[in-house]
């Protein structure tokens, strides 16, 4: 679903280049890195951790000094485990 044309354009249009695995039936295949997928993989996969945590994920904290704390301390114990 996300090996659209009308997908890599918006993604253009806002100046980032698409990094999507091209579909097995596309005729034109694009530019692909694994190497950058898999950081990106990476990178929602932290956040997805950090949701788990239902502070974070409802943003109970109005300051946006506290919603940090308690994002490092969030952090902090789903690294540390």
Known sequence: GYDSNAVRRKIESKGAAPNIP????RRWKN???PVLYRDRNAIERMFCRLKDFRRIA?????LAKN???AVCIAAT???WL
Do not use: E
């Open 22 to 25: 091209p579909k097995v039936n």
């Open 58 to 62: 409802t943003r109970y904290d109005r």
């Open 31 to 33: 530019c692909f890195s």
């Open 67 to 69: 919603f940090m704390a």
């Open 77 to 79: 114990v789903s690294y």
